[in-house]
């Protein structure tokens, strides 16, 4: 597949990574492109290790796989670094995103000699800023639009208002917090 950009998404069930692919993949289609989203799932319970994947592409995806080589990895739970080989396969020319207040340097020991970019967001102190709780997934999210650079910032923010809007039409009150945490997140992940 020629322009497919491959996704994979690590975090821990109920931290919403399977809500942030399925967004990624919502937003993306809006803007004329052909995308997946979906999960993979250990034991389904809170707090075991997931996994969710995007591919969004200019043609048509006719694979319907894992995905075992992304050009990008999300990682939503640090903690995962200590028990996920969340660099396998992950290509040299793209970048892994973690969730962390941590430094790269003291990060680079989890990452199995991993040689391309790594970015980092601390999507506690953002979601706890923006919504109060701890919810990483939209900061997480934001992050991984702005380190690809799938679409224009604002066409995103654009895209995810009327997302919001159209998921939380009974909970209005949760969408400034939602919009303030992916603007936040751009201009936080470095």
Known sequence: MSNCT????????GQGAKTAALLLADVMFQTGKYV??????????????????NRISDDK??????????????????SLLE?????????????????TEKDKE?????LNGYEGDVYTIDAK???MKCLGKYFP???????????TGLMDEQQFLNEMRAS?????????EVIEGNMKALEMAMKEVR
């Open 36 to 53: 997946q989203g979906f999960p993979e799932y250990g034991p389904e319970r809170m707090g075991a290790p997931i996994t969710a994947y």
């Open 106 to 110: 003291t990060l680079k020991k989890h």
């Open 61 to 78: 995806v006719r694979v319907h796989s894992n995905i075992y080589e992304p050009e990008y990895v999300v990682v939503v739970d640090e």
């Open 137 to 147: 997934n939209s900061p997480m999210l934001a992050s991984i639009v702005k380190v």
């Open 83 to 99: 028990t996920v080989d969340v660099t396998k396969g992950l290509k040299k020319d793209g970048a892994i995103v973690i969730n």
């Open 164 to 172: 919001y809007a159209h998921k939380f039409a009974s909970k209005p």
């Open 125 to 127: 102190k953002v979601s």
């Open 6 to 13: 491959e996704i994979r998404w690590h975090g821990r069930g």
